[in-house]
């Protein structure tokens, strides 16, 4: 499959959101905007459990407030792990 490149502006809230995302679970811009326009045109992707939700918001929130002690995604992965 190829692909292409394609610029976008986003307004600064949204660009704010995808950085956090993008730090959190290790992956790259791109990687983030192909899943939620997947999501948006009905492609089935994963979609995380209640419990997933909370756990990345915390790590989101926590990110924000401490970015000198965000987690690696091995750790996060290994506490949703725990927690199942």
Do not use: C, N
Request: glycine share 4%; net charge negative; no cysteine.
């Amino acid at each position: 499959m190829g692909s292409h490149k394609v610029a976008i502006s986003l307004p600064d809230e949204i660009y704010e959101i995808l950085e956090r995302a993008r730090i959190v679970e290790h992956r790259t811009r791109s990687e983030v905007i192909q899943e939620a326009l997947r999501s948006h045109f009905g492609e089935p992707v994963y979609v995380p459990g209640e419990q997933e939700k909370l756990l990345l918001k915390a790590a989101l929130d926590e990110e924000t407030q401490h970015p000198d002690r965000t987690r690696s995604w091995d750790e996060v992965r290994s506490v949703l792990r725990e927690e199942q």
